[in-house]
């Protein structure tokens, strides 16, 4: 009787601990999808901001050079 009861011991824990390691791979498993799901976010957001600041830049380069064609145009126009 006394090994059956062991044995009936050993098989419930053994069965409680395969149940923990689930538990724990799915957990694990679970927090590693929102670290990639926030290093994607994280990623996006930044080349978002590098593309706003390359627009930027390019506008303004562009205004900067049009305004100086401009002015150089009208004095060759008026003969200065």
């Not at 900067?64 to 200065?80: D, N, Q, R």
């Amino acid at each position: 009787m006394r090994m059956r009861q062991s044995l009936a011991q050993f098989e419930a824990a053994f069965h409680e601990e395969r149940a923990e390691d689930e538990a724990r791979r799915q957990r694990l498993r679970s927090e590693a999808a929102v670290r990639s799901r926030a290093r994607r976010v994280q990623k996006v957001e930044r080349h978002g901001t590098l593309r706003f600041a390359g627009l930027t830049l390019a506008i303004l380069a562009t205004s900067v050079i049009v305004t100086l064609v401009m002015f150089e145009t009208l004095a060759l126009l008026i003969g200065a």
